[in-house]
């Protein structure tokens, strides 16, 4: 092996302070994208909550001022200002300005934390243009500025005051992020939902970047209960019964709340010191096993099981049911590169002692939810057989064999799965001019006739019957539902293209439901995309042009003279010919493509609820919310 002369001790870059946050900021915040950016002001709100659970403050207060300027303020204890004896600073500047400096790594300052897991305000302060700090704290006001992590001010003390806590106003730096601008809808969910979690704790979002400012007001008395009841608010409940369960056993904080529905959905959410283990852990595992031990004990106790029956599956007992778990404890071990699993093996029987035996007595006195749920399940065990059979027969006639394909399906010449696409493409002269338009090489094409089944409303057995489904499922190659094996995935990437219109629209959120509710491993391994067709084509003195929005084409025409412009509006994909359809939407160089992402799986499974779910109200409210953000539909 050849040995590089130039590389020597000269090469090795040691990185002060918080250089290598600026230098490396994905490594802290995960992105410079919006989740990045977002993750700024969930660093210094989880700090402030951490106040909260150790019993000091209420309230939180968070603004997004005009220029994306965000302040916290809590009224907790306040950051200690006294200087620290080894570095000979003051505490709060310390804590700023250092990685890994905080009072909860020996657990004398905080007795359960949740910050603990993040990266820190110092993170924050690293990847901020600038930084104010304002400390309430033993009688007065403590302040300093900061510019890219470095002080640019004093540690001064100020005026007296009565009030506590820490206040924080900062402004993401331009220079790291690729877009500063943040999303209410984002922030106003994430601080609901650590409402629900932390009850009576009040979180204030105010937005003062219009005139008019919008403002939530989060605080909930029944914590864990009106979470599930908002979780199941799109959906038909089993009964009016929400099961609430709390107890602190030694160190160990546990709550629990749930309640059935009569949907085909599990819904399990779980949390560890208010993080979202969306990997589960020990604490789920423990939850379901209480409920399947409960349930089965329940109906043998009382005759509902023919003699021949087996026990019921855990997986039949769960159907319909929304359940939020959130353990608090001293310290808490993440697992996996994420860390969004919880490791404490302990706390898996301490969670299934705790919900098991209060279920012993809850189910002998609530006969309508116990007897509801065992009924329910005995019908997802038949269901799941009918799914068996239909899975047979359908193998039989060759959908799920991955060695069959679809007759409609025009196949791409590759078997590289890493280096294929499979367009999803709304009716059959949209295919046909997909077919000839492609890179025969490495894209294949699957016309689809009118709208697939709504999965939302359906189980398995039925969702098979469907043809549109099948072609799907038999395309791709990978199976459904619990049979689903990414490895086999025959196209690493699955691009649904519609017409820019309402009906396209529809299929779209069709597809992504089968996607999400019978795949979900497509869209969390990033293997879904939507394509971006061009609305318009502009001709203009013999130079043709292709726009995606109106805002694009009001910029294009601002400067030009409107009797030499000729303008097509394309309504739907069958409108342009292969040449356009590749150079326009498939064509890898020029192509415009949105990656189908979940940043917040609590918001994604809401929004299908209420879009493909029963309740019309819903959807009605949903669009009225929304409707400004719509853009590109023909009414």
């Not at 130039?6 to 490594?27: D, S, T």
Request: hydrophobic content about 35%; overall charge neutral; some cysteine.
């Amino acid at each position: 092996m050849a040995v590089d002369k130039q590389y020597n001790a000269e090469q090795i870059q040691v990185l002060e302070g918080l250089e290598a946050v600026r230098k490396r900021p994905g490594m802290y915040i995960g992105s410079t994208g919006t989740k990045g950016l977002h993750h700024l002001v969930w660093e210094i709100v989880d700090n402030s909550i951490d106040e909260f659970l150790a019993g000091h403050g209420d309230k939180i207060e968070i603004k997004v001022q005009p220029e994306e300027i965000i302040t916290v303020r809590d009224y907790g204890r306040g950051i200690p200002v006294d200087i620290h004896s080894k570095k000979g600073l003051p505490a709060a500047q310390l804590v700023l300005t250092t990685l890994h400096a905080g009072g909860k790594f020996d657990g004398s300052g905080y007795k359960v934390s949740g910050g603990l897991h993040g990266v820190g305000v110092s993170v924050v302060n690293a990847l901020s243009e600038w930084l104010e700090l304002e400390i309430h704290r033993d009688g007065y006001v403590y302040r300093q500025r900061y510019e890219r992590g470095i002080p640019v001010t004093e540690f001064e003390k100020g005026e007296k005051t009565k009030e506590t806590g820490t206040q924080i106003r900062f402004k993401a730096d331009e220079e790291i992020f690729d877009d500063i601008n943040y999303k209410f809808e984002t922030l106003s969910t994430r601080l609901q939902e650590s409402a629900f979690l932390n009850k009576n704790l009040e979180l204030i979002l105010i937005d003062d970047r219009k005139e008019e400012a919008k403002k939530v007001d989060y605080c909930y008395s029944g914590g864990l209960e009106a979470f599930v009841e908002h979780l199941n608010e799109s959906q038909d409940p089993l009964t009016d019964d929400i099961v609430y369960i709390e107890e602190e056993i030694d160190d160990t904080y546990v709550e629990v709340a749930f309640q059935y529905n009569k949907s085909y959905n599990e819904r399990i959410y779980t949390f560890a010191n208010n993080i979202n283990t969306h990997d589960g852990g020990y604490h789920l595992t423990g939850f379901k096993t209480s409920i399947t031990k409960a349930f089965n004990n329940y109906a043998k106790d009382n005759n509902l099981l023919k003699k021949n029956d087996p026990s019921l599956s855990g997986r039949d007992l769960r159907e319909g049911l929304t359940a939020v778990v959130s353990v608090k404890l001293t310290d808490p071990q993440f697992e996996g590169q994420t860390k969004t699993k919880l490791g404490n093996s302990e706390i898996r029987s301490i969670v299934e002692k705790s919900v098991y035996e209060f279920l012993r007595y809850y189910l002998d006195t609530h006969t309508k939810l116990a007897r509801g749920v065992i009924d329910k399940a005995l019908e997802a065990v038949r269901a799941r057989k009918a799914a068996k059979k239909a899975r047979e027969l359908t193998r039989r006639k060759g959908v799920l064999n991955s060695n069959s394909l679809p007759g409609k399906l025009s196949d791409c010449s590759s078997r590289k799965a890493e280096e294929c696409e499979l367009y999803l493409v709304e009716g059959d002269s949209a295919g046909g001019s997909a077919k000839q338009g492609r890179n025969r090489k490495f894209q294949a094409i699957l016309p689809l006739k009118g709208k697939i089944l709504n999965v939302e409303r359906s189980r398995l057995n039925k969702i098979l019957k469907n043809a549109e489904v099948s072609t799907i499922v038999t395309a791709l190659g990978a199976g459904i539902g619990e049979e689903f094996n990414l490895d086999k995935l025959r196209y690493h990437k699955v691009i649904i293209m519609t017409d820019a219109d309402v009906d396209g629209a529809h299929i779209c959120t069709l597809i992504l439901t089968l996607f999400y509710r019978y795949m979900p491993e497509l869209i969390e391994k990033g293997h879904v995309y939507i394509a971006q067709p061009p609305l318009y084509k502009v001709t203009y003195r013999k130079t043709e042009k292709y726009l995606y929005t109106d805002k694009q084409l009001e910029s294009y025409l601002a400067d030009k003279d409107r009797n030499k412009i000729s303008i097509q509006r394309y309504k739907g994909l069958g409108e342009m010919n292969p040449g356009q359809l590749w150079k326009t939407t498939m064509d890898p160089e020029n192509r415009k493509l949105q990656k189908v992402e979940i940043d917040d799986e609590i918001v994604a499974d809401d929004v299908f609820n209420r879009l493909m779910g029963s309740k019309a109200r819903l959807r009605r409210e949903f669009i009225m919310k929304n409707a400004d953000l719509a853009d590109n539909i023909d009414i």
